[in-house]
């Protein structure tokens, strides 16, 4: 190949990569710049945003905030659809329609819908995809297409504590108690009880917590260790290599021993064997 083509595909490739190094670092700025915060509300203006609490830019459609409130330490992630009303600039009265508790968080690519009350508890987190509403449409008149007939509406009320899985759907009038686990593509209607886990379409319980009798079926897994107060980053780094290393030595030997049979394991291991 000629030496200019050579310089020409490598000032091309050079253009190239300080344009992708360009776009995002531009997007890094814009996502920081555009992030929705107490102190940086943008054109938003909600009944009330705690401390801490931030919606991820690009937004999705957001309206009748003055009728929205928002706790301290929420995460709303990108392209979240938070509306109270049936449509903007509706005067909806005195009392907010949409009520986050303190730290809840809410996955990309979900919708809050509250054209009736929505009340979500302390401390809730839901998966990406989640879709919360408080108004279906009805279908009484077979004669009239389903979107043009009028909805019924109902409120809602996540308990805290709660996690909503990937895609759940939460219908008019479900009443979600304390630490309840949605499981991803369940669809909720009516009450769940406290400590219950409910899966399905619509959603059924599958596992309860009581007190007197721990979960119910028993869980399968064993509960996993709390990280101990304290640990860096670093340590914990550590000790998953450390971890790791010594499950390895410990299948090298099992390995070893297979190998050996009962004549060449030692007396300790061939009376076991």
């Known amino acids: 190949m000629p030496k200019n083509q050579n310089t020409f595909s490598s000032l091309t490739a050079l253009r190239r990569r300080l344009a992708n190094r360009a776009v995002h670092a531009g997007w890094r700025w814009m996502q920081r710049a555009g992030a929705v915060t ?15 609490t931030r919606l991820a830019f690009p937004q999705g459609t957001i309206f ?29 009265g005195a009392e ?20 009736a009350p929505i009340r979500i508890g302390d401390d809730t987190f839901c998966g990406p995809g989640v879709y919360i509403t408080s108004t279906n449409h009805s279908y009484d008149d077979p004669h009239q297409p389903v ?4 909805p019924r509406s109902a409120p809602v009320e996540i308990g805290p504590g709660c996690w909503l899985g990937t895609g759940s759907v939460i219908l008019p009038g479900a009443r979600l108690g304390r630490n309840v686990v949605v499981a991803a593509g369940a669809v909720v209607r009516g009450e769940v009880p406290d ?11 599958v596992r309860r917590w009581e007190p ?8 399968r897994t064993p509960a996993p260790v709390p990280i101990p107060d304290g640990m860096t980053p670093a340590q914990l780094r550590g000790l998953a290599e450390l971890t790791e290393a010594e499950l390895a030595e410990a299948e090298l030997a099992g390995a070893a021993l297979a190998e050996a049979g009962p004549a060449e394991a030692g007396p300790a291991e061939a009376e076991k064997a």
């Open 195 to 205: 400590h219950a886990v409910v899966v399905g379409a619509p959603a059924r319980v």
């Open 212 to 219: 007197e009798t721990g979960w119910q079926p028993p869980l």
């Open 64 to 92: 009748g905030e003055p009728w929205i409130r928002l706790g301290d330490h929420c995460i709303i992630g990108e392209q979240v659809t938070l509306t109270a009303g049936m449509m903007p600039d509706l005067d909806l």
């Open 38 to 52: 107490a102190q940086t509300p943008g054109r938003l203006r909600f009944g009330a945003i705690g401390p801490a």
């Open 147 to 150: 979107g043009r007939q009028w």
């Open 96 to 115: 907010p329609m949409l009520v986050l508790g303190n730290g809840v968080v809410i996955g990309r690519d979900s919708h809050v819908i509250a054209d």
